[in-house]
């Protein structure tokens, strides 16, 4: 029997505003504890909320983004609960009317594109945290007020992957807008997946569990591949799921129960008696709509349009926002778009991933990666060549002319060098050369390789090949 896995994702963000969302209070991260605190965010009594306006306009900015309908009036709801982070009792929130609906977020499948529905977009503060020790808890409430965002998808993810992938997409759009720092591992963008299993075909959704405490996009991945297995497990011997929050451990790689829903509480939602609602202005939409960014999508349909480049290419570059500007500022200056998205997404990614550094961290001047291209083509230097001249180049930030020249880089197409060369591999390697010889054609390729090797990548590679055929052949 086979299963069908159903995922639902509720990302909590916290807005990059100055000050808390209801009171002055300043956001800043990292600061000692308890010393961005006010009678509002400490919930003394009497004290009164006010509406941080900022964070109205980035939660509208997000909602837009991710092309939601906005509500045409803002209400707060309380939700009331007791816990020792939240000191009123209650935190202000959206409950029936949130701030936006029905949105949509795209994730790419290869060539494929599959539409994510957003349910709900709302507005919600941040509690205190606490830090639980030996025999005591200590508190910090320097996060409490802070502006949260909560963004809640429809359960139309089909799979960890898929998670993965929506959490990705999400992540570019906001970081374009520069709504949040979106740091999964200083809390500034946390998520909470909820997943169950249905068998193949069946239209009813099954019995979730939530599972939280995940602090990286690929723990979320992990978490719910953990979790489905563990589900198909307890059906298969014809258990049922709990429905339950489940807490995931990433030391072990698995998730574990932390409480179930049975005793979930009942929040006692009502309208925030200290924010009477009011009407979303259009002057309000109209300030944020001037001061969007082109976003990902459209950017992605362009990039198509204007270089040619496939939605595969195009989406991973339109990706990053900078790494977008970056090819753009390439394309100017060099003519053929496709080689840059090839260096781009080759090389480069390769080397941003593996030291972890941004587009901007790589001291590598769009003038410097076209010069190099252009170089490529004149046949100054040979492709291979082109590989290590650009590692050197992110690591100096030197042009590419200053490096050839001073290592001694350029490509070796006159014939008595690349002689020289031929001979030597030929005299050194008469195996391979008897195999040639012997009609075995692939061993070419390695005398091919030695030729290289021997004179460090400089070779031209189609002159050295004709020279090396031609000797082989006894015609030389
Ligand atoms: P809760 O009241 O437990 O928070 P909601 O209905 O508000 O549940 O949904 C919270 C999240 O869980 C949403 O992202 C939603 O898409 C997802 N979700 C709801 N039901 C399921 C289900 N049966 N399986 C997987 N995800 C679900
Ligand atoms: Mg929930
Ligand atoms: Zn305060």
New binding site residues.
């Given amino acids: 029997m086979s299963y069908e896995i159903?995922?639902?994702?509720?990302v909590h963000l916290q807005l990059n505003t100055k000050s808390k969302v209801f009171c002055g209070c300043s956001t800043d991260f990292g600061s000692e504890p308890n010393t961005q605190v006010c009678p509002v965010c400490l919930g003394f009594p009497g004290s009164l909320p006010v509406l941080n306006r900022r964070a109205l306009e980035l939660g509208a900015k997000v909602a837009i983004a991710l092309k939601c309908q906005i509500a045409k009036k803002i209400r707060f709801d309380r939700k009331n609960y007791f816990y020792p982070d939240l000191p009123k009792d209650y935190q202000i929130s959206q409950f029936n009317q949130p701030l936006a609906q029905r949105g949509n977020i795209a994730i790419i499948l290869g060539e494929k594109e599959k539409n994510i529905r957003v349910?709900r977009v709302h507005l919600e503060e941040d509690t205190g945290k606490l830090f639980h020790q030996k025999d005591s808890s200590l508190i910090d409430f320097n996060r409490s007020g802070m502006p949260l965002l909560e963004i809640?998808?429809?359960?139309?993810i089909s799979s960890p992957e898929e998670a993965y992938l929506y959490l990705t997409a999400l992540k570019s759009i906001l970081e374009y807008i520069d709504v949040s720092d979106c740091n999964m591992e200083e809390g500034s963008l946390r998520c909470?997946a909820?997943?169950?299993l249905r068998k193949k075909g069946e239209k009813e959704?099954?019995?979730?569990t939530?599972i939280k405490n995940m602090n990286s996009f690929r723990g979320v991945k992990l978490a719910l591949e953990y979790e489905a297995v563990r589900q198909k497990d307890v059906l298969e011997e014809g258990g049922k799921i709990r429905?339950e929050t489940r807490l995931y451990n990433p030391g072990k790689g698995v998730t574990e129960p932390m409480r179930s829903?049975e005793e979930a509480h009942d929040y006692r939602y009502f309208p925030e008696p200290d924010l009477a609602p009011f009407d979303f202005g259009e002057d309000i939409l109209k300030t944020i709509e001037k001061d969007m960014p082109e976003l990902p999508e459209p950017k992605k349909n362009r990039f198509i349009k204007d270089y040619g480049l496939s939605n595969y290419d195009a989406g991973v570059i339109v990706s990053d926002r900078e790494t977008a500007d970056y090819f753009e500022r390439c394309a100017k200056l060099y003519k053929n778009p496709k080689i840059i998205a090839n260096w781009l997404m080759g090389d480069i990614l390769a080397y941003m991933k593996e030291k972890s550094v941004h587009m901007r961290d790589l001291n590598l001047k769009p003038e410097r990666l076209s010069g190099m291209l252009k170089m490529i083509d004149s046949g100054a230097i040979t492709g291979k060549i082109a590989k290590t001249l650009l590692i050197e180049m992110i690591q100096t930030g030197r042009g590419p002319e200053d490096i050839v020249k001073e290592k001694g880089l350029e490509q070796i197409t006159d014939a008595d060098s690349l002689e020289i060369a031929i001979r030597e591999v030929i005299s050194e390697n008469p195996k391979s050369v008897e195999d040639f010889k012997g009609g075995k054609d692939s061993a070419i390729m390695f005398l091919m390789g030695k030729v290289m090797q021997k004179t460090k990548g400089r070779a031209n590679p189609n002159k050295a090949n004709e020279m090396l055929r031609k000797r082989l052949k006894g015609d030389a």
């Fill in positions: 159903v995922i639902g994702l509720e349910r809640v998808s429809e359960p139309d909470d909820n997943i169950s959704l099954g019995v979730k939530e429905q829903k």
